[in-house]
C-alpha cells in the first residue's frame, strides 16, 4: 500500500519552522521586489515551506478556473458617445463570457491616471483594456504590466507601442472627411476641434489628414482651423462639454465673418454643437453651409439631426479589444511545458463615409450671411 500524501501546512506552521513571522514567509515565498532579506532566511522559509508541502493561496487563484472574473477599462472621457459606445462593445462581450467590468474613467488627468495604474494589481484582474493612448509618461509602464496581465489598446495607429491593439487611423478619417467635401465643391471650409495638444496626438492626426488632402486639391488656403483652448481639457468634463466647443467656436467663426460653405467638428458631439449655432444663426443647413461630424453616434442617426459622418464600428472595436485579452488569457494561464508563443494582435477597421442631410454641394448663391 502506498504511502499517504501528508496534508498542506499553514503560512504559520512554516513561521514557527523557519523561525521567522508570517509576514515574512508571505514576503519571501510571493518574491516581494521591495523588501530584502537575508539569503539564509530565505533558504529557511522555502525548506520549511517543501517539508510541510505548503501551497501560497495565490498560486490556487492562477489556475482561473472559478475564480475572480474581472476586467479593468481606463476610459478618458465618459460625455462622449464614443466612449460610451467603446464600454457597450466591452462590456457585451465580457458578459457573454461571465467578466465584469471595473471602469476607470480618468477624464484625462494624469495624476488620476497614474493612480489607477498603481491600483491595477491590488485588483488583480485578468485583463485590461485602454480605451484609448495612454499618456506618453506612462507607455513605459503600460509595455511592463502587459508582461504580466494581458493588455489591449484601442489606439491611434501612430502610436507604437509592443502591445495588442485594435487600431484606427485618425488620419485616414481626416481624409475621407476631406474628399466628400471638397467632391461637393467646398474650397472655403472651417475644421472645429478641441484642443490640439502633444498629449492628445489622436485629434492632431485627424485634423492633418483633413489638411492633407485640401493641400493635395490645392486649397489648404481655403481651410480655417479653430481649436478649443489647451485649458479645456483640464477642467472637469461636462456632459455637453464637446457641444460647447462646437458651439462657442462656430458663433466665433461666424463673428469673424469667415467665408465658409462648410464646417467640419472632430467628432459628433463637436458637430452637434455647430449644428445649433447654425441653426440660432438662421443659415440654412446644408443648403448654406454643410457640416459633418466624425464616430456615427447614435444622435447622428436620428432624423431631426441626419448628420453625415464617418463610420469606424466604434462597438466592433470594443468587442474585439475583449476577444483579444480572452486569446491571450487561454496562453497565458494555459499549464503547459511547451513555450508560451510570442504574438502582438493589432485589428483595424476600413472606416466608412456615411451621407446623410447636413452636406451638399458648396452655397454659390450671391447672398453670403456668413
Not at 184 to 193: D, F, K, N, S, T
Amino acid at each position: 500500500m502506498g504511502r499517504k500524501k501528508s496534508a498542506a501546512g499553514t503560512s504559520a506552521q512554516v513561521a514557527s519552522l523557519a523561525g521567522v513571522s508570517q509576514s515574512t514567509v508571505s514576503m519571501i515565498l510571493n518574491h516581494k521586489s521591495n523588501v530584502s532579506f537575508s539569503k539564509e532566511t530565505i533558504e529557511k522559509v522555502e525548506t520549511a515551506a517543501r517539508k510541510l508541502n505548503y501551497v501560497l493561496p495565490q498560486k490556487r487563484v492562477r489556475s482561473r478556473k472559478k475564480g475572480e472574473r474581472l476586467l479593468v477599462v481606463f476610459c478618458p472621457n465618459l460625455t462622449n458617445p464614443y466612449y460610451v459606445m467603446l464600454l457597450q462593445g466591452i462590456e457585451s462581450r465580457a458578459r457573454e463570457q461571465g467578466f465584469g467590468l471595473f471602469v476607470c474613467n480618468t477624464q484625462r488627468d494624469l495624476k488620476m491616471e497614474e493612480r489607477y495604474l498603481r491600483m491595477v494589481r491590488s485588483l488583480k484582474p485578468q485583463g485590461v483594456i485602454y480605451t484609448c493612448n495612454p499618456g506618453s509618461g506612462f507607455l513605459g509602464a503600460v509595455e511592463r504590466l502587459s508582461r504580466e496581465i494581458p493588455i489591449a489598446i484601442i489606439n491611434n495607429q501612430n502610436e507604437k507601442m509592443k502591445v495588442d491593439a485594435v487600431e484606427l487611423d485618425n488620419a485616414k478619417l481626416g481624409r475621407i472627411m476631406a474628399r466628400h467635401l471638397l467632391k461637393l465643391g467646398h474650397h472655403q471650409v472651417a475644421y472645429i476641434a478641441p484642443p490640439l495638444t502633444l498629449r492628445q496626438k489622436q485629434r492632431s492626426k485627424r485634423v492633418e489628414g483633413f489638411l492633407a488632402e485640401y493641400e493635395k486639391a490645392g486649397w489648404k488656403e481655403g481651410v480655417t482651423v479653430k481649436a478649443a483652448k489647451e485649458e479645456a481639457d483640464r477642467k472637469m468634463p461636462d456632459i455637453d462639454s464637446e457641444y460647447q466647443i462646437g458651439y462657442q467656436l462656430t458663433k466665433e467663426l461666424l463673428a469673424e465673418k469667415e467665408k465658409v460653405t462648410a464646417i467640419v467638428g472632430l467628432n459628433d458631439m463637436i458637430a452637434f454643437g455647430i449644428l445649433d449655432a447654425l441653426y440660432e444663426a438662421k443659415i440654412k443647413v446644408p443648403q448654406e453651409v454643410s457640416v459633418m461630424g466624425c464616430d456615427n453616434t447614435l444622435f447622428a442617426r436620428m432624423s431631426k439631426v441626419d448628420l453625415t459622418t464617418i463610420e469606424h464600428f466604434v462597438v466592433f472595436k470594443g468587442r474585439d479589444a475583449c476577444d483579444i485579452i480572452m486569446k491571450k488569457m487561454e496562453s497565458h494561464y494555459r499549464e503547459t511545458s511547451q513555450p508560451e508563443p510570442i504574438s502582438t494582435y493589432h485589428v483595424e477597421y476600413e472606416p466608412r463615409l456615411i451621407v446623410r442631410g447636413t452636406t451638399a454641394n458648396a452655397y454659390t448663391g450671391k447672398k453670403n450671411k456668413h
